[in-house]
């Protein structure tokens, strides 16, 4: 890998690791404040609503600058969602900030890595990626919850820093947020040192509307595209399933496991330990010409999955979670350097992670929706669990069944590694 590379890595986990530590930090400041219950999912959805709204604009605004100063400029966007904890402002809406300035981070994020590598290097790219992004999710809700601990917090609260006196900062959630803010701005100066890859796009659209035609037919192409729409369609799922698993597990391990949440939030660690080891596999050993053979991991993910209603125990309950983990990130760090290779080639770098974007956590949204629903409608989290897998491993069984579509009417996968659209 080339030297810049390993900067990007550097500042995305510190820019991932903070977003997971504020939403701990958020949840505590919304019981401080003694708001209702149902407030805390909508944390998530604030945030996430960002890469849904902002997606035909997003793009273009990755590829009117060098993509580090993109990275830069927002996770300024970031700090300034948590300066707007300190100053009145609902959490709520200071989240969504901070999910406005992830949103407009990530085209640029993950499209230097096709401006940097070449197309044979973007499997390993993604799978150190993947690994760093699983380590923050890991690390910033440890920390997160570390800085709410009561001891650490009275610590943080005893610092009297100079010029600090006009924030509001008196309650260990407070607290909690201006550390939080500081990590923000090491990735920021890690943004700083990202090189120059020299890539340069025409002049970007402004009007709005003609930003959503654009973005409406970026949509188009890539799902018109016998390669795109595969690869899409894979990441798609996972990223709906993986945020829907969140939120299956902790209801399993309370029912089945009769655990308290915080020890329920471990397991979720669990399977992120998993999602790790199969992006580093990944990367190792799944070069991007083969990464359409591994689709059929992705349908003994949903087969593996309903086995979490046999398991009664805390000992078969982790190394089953690892196996789930482990299967869902050897099947998508090939998908999504696949689709950022064929979204570079059909569309641009931040335009194609836009796309990408758009649909993955549009689909989170509506995962998320059905399982509140069918959670709603009193049935047990087994149903739902089995229901879960079956549709994960159905819905691969019709990817592949549509790849092989493809390939009888043209060898589409002769594609992989091109650098030219092909229209056959």
């Known amino acids: ?74 996770n300024a966007v970031k700090i ?54 699983v380590g923050s999710i890991v690390l910033g809700t440890l920390v997160g919850g570390a800085l709410i601990h009561p001891d650490v917090a009275a610590w943080l609260l005893s610092i ?85 698993l969140q939120f299956i597990v902790l209801d399993w391990a309370r029912e089945a496991l009769d655990m308290t949440l915080d020890k329920a939030a471990v397991l979720q660690g669990i399977v992120a330990v998993g999602i790790a080891i199969g992006a580093v596999a990944a990367a190792r050993y799944v070069p991007l010409r083969r990464s359409l053979r591994i689709l059929p991991v992705g349908v003994a993910m949903g087969v593996v999955v309903p086995l979490m209603t046999l398991v009664e125990t805390t000992a078969f309950a982790v190394p089953l979670l690892v196996l789930v983990g482990l299967l869902a990130g050897f099947f998508v760090v090939p998908m999504n350097a696949l689709l950022q290779h064929r979204g570079h080639v059909l569309l641009s770098a931040g335009h194609s992670i836009a ?10 949204l509506l995962m998320l929706a059905l399982y509140a629903w069918l959670i709603g409608s009193d049935l047990s989290v087994n149903t739902v669990i089995c229901m879960f897998g079956g549709f994960v491993a159905v819905m691969m069984i019709v990817v592949i069944l549509v790849h092989a579509r493809n390939q009888r009417r043209f060898d589409s996968e002769s594609l992989i590694g091109q650098h030219k659209p092909e229209n056959p």
Not at 110 to 129: D, F, S
Not at 170 to 183: L, R, Y
Not at 212 to 227: P, T
Request: hydrophobic share 55%.
């Open 80 to 133: 300034v969602g948590c300066l707007l904890m300190f100053m009145s402002v609902h959490p709520l809406l200071a989240y969504g900030v901070v999910g406005f300035g992830a949103a407009a981070y990530s085209p640029a994020k993950y499209g230097i890595l096709t401006e940097l590598l070449p197309p044979e290097k973007l499997v390993a790219a993604n799978g150190w990626i993947e690994g760093a992004t």
């Open 355 to 364: 796309v990408q974007n758009f649909n993955e956590n549009l689909n989170i």
């Open 160 to 244: 009297d820093l100079p010029g600090m006196g006009d924030l509001r900062i008196h309650t260990p959630a407070e607290a909690a947020i201006g550390v939080i803010a500081c990590i923000y701005f090491i990735a920021g100066v890690l943004n700083l040192w990202i090189v120059d890859t020299g890539a340069r796009y025409k002049a970007q659209e402004r009007n709005p509307l003609r930003l959503i035609a654009g973005f409406a037919r970026a949509n188009v192409m890539l799902w018109s595209d016998r390669l795109g729409q595969i690869s899409l369609s894979v990441t798609t799922l996972f990223w709906g399933a993986g945020a829907t």
């Open 1 to 74: 890998m080339k030297r810049g590379f390993y900067t990007i890595i550097a500042a995305q986990f510190f820019s991932s690791l903070a977003d997971n530590a504020l939403l701990i930090a958020a949840i505590a400041l919304l019981i401080e404040m003694h708001a209702p219950a149902w407030m805390t999912p909508l944390l998530k959805l604030f945030f996430t609503i960002s890469y849904v709204m902002l997606a035909p604009f997003v793009g273009a605004f990755a590829d009117s600058f060098r993509k580090g100063r993109v990275m830069l400029v927002t």
